[in-house]
């Protein structure tokens, strides 16, 4: 009588729910955040109408990767910590690359050759 | 034959070994072994974990500025083949690598110039500190040093008749 459940696992039932999921697997890497942001204005694209997403995929916020349904709760997710922790982490130095990664172990930056005539 | 470094540790990856991770926008990330790949899916940042290049290199750990990096260095335009460059590269590969592992010490000594000092300094301070666990207060004021006095400890020898007296069977 009594006794555990060989398959019960709680730490899986606890890291499988929909959020930690999405943080694990679906986010954008940090790296593609950071270029997105650094992008100049006249670069960025209006958002794409997308029927698949909430809100035709225009209330988006692009620290978090995430799309609202509307103006009113994508503002109310701005005031989160979560957000602002994202915002600082952003404004922060660059992310990690294979280039530093080449650096660090000691080779030079790479040489592209010469640049080729444009035609 | 192309030697990649780990995009976590970088450290050399060979042919054969390791583990390549292609992002859904065509970026690569090689980690040698799964130790780095497993930090990489946890998200870790290779600057804060203390073990990797990356954190030795922006806490000035290791020689980050030197002409022989140089060298070795990807490069993305093949080169004609010329046979009398190509040896004298092959001469000059251990030289360029005797120099770099000399300047590699050169650096590791400067930056422990200041350690023995530091260390005298920290172990005075604990004397001066740490005086009354051995020596009493009262005993102090006699005698101020921060030394113990010797002590003389009685030896007896034993008798010589005992010793040489042979085994009874």
Redesign the interface.
């Known amino acids: 009588m009594g006794g555990k459940c060989p398959h019960r696992n709680v730490k899986k039932r606890r890291y499988s729910h929909k959020t930690a999921r999405r943080t694990k697997f679906e986010l954008k890497?940090d790296?593609?955040v950071y270029a997105q942001l650094n992008k100049p204005d006249e670069e960025r694209a209006p958002l794409p109408l997308d029927e698949d997403l909430p809100g035709m995929g225009q209330y988006y916020c692009l620290h978090c990767d995430r799309y609202f349904s509307n103006v009113a709760v994508r503002d109310e997710h701005f005031k989160t910590k979560r957000h602002k922790k994202r915002i600082k982490q952003m404004m922060g130095?660059a992310?990690?690359t294979?280039l530093?990664?080449?650096?660090?172990?000691?080779?030079?930056?790479?040489?592209?050759?010469?640049k080729l005539m444009s035609m | 034959m192309r030697l990649e470094?780990?995009?976590?540790c970088?450290?050399?990856t060979y042919p054969g070994h390791g583990i390549q991770f292609v992002?859904n926008?065509a970026?690569?990330?090689?980690f040698c072994r799964s130790k780095c790949h497993k930090n990489f899916k946890m998200k870790r940042?290779?600057?804060k974990v203390k073990w990797?290049?990356?954190y030795?290199?922006v806490h000035g750990k290791?020689m980050t500025q030197d002409s022989t990096?140089?060298?070795?260095?990807?490069?993305?335009?093949p080169e004609r083949y010329d046979r009398n460059l190509a040896e004298n590269v092959l001469k000059a590969i251990p030289k360029i690598d005797k120099i770099?592992v000399a300047r590699e010490e050169k650096h590791h000594k400067n930056r422990m110039k200041g350690k023995k000092q530091k260390l005298h300094m920290e172990a005075v301070r604990e004397l001066e500190q740490g005086i009354s666990l051995v020596k009493a207060p009262s005993v102090l004021q006699k005698d101020p040093f921060l030394t113990l006095p010797k002590i003389k400890v009685g030896v007896s020898q034993q008798q010589q008749s005992e010793e040489n007296h042979p085994m009874e069977e």
């Open positions: 890497g790296d593609m130095p992310p990690h294979q530093d990664a080449d650096v660090a172990a000691g080779m030079g930056m790479p040489d592209n050759g010469p | 470094k780990c995009w976590f970088s450290s050399t992002r926008d970026k690569i990330f090689r940042n290779p600057r990797t290049k990356a030795r290199r290791d990096f140089e060298f070795e260095r990807k490069r993305n335009r770099r």
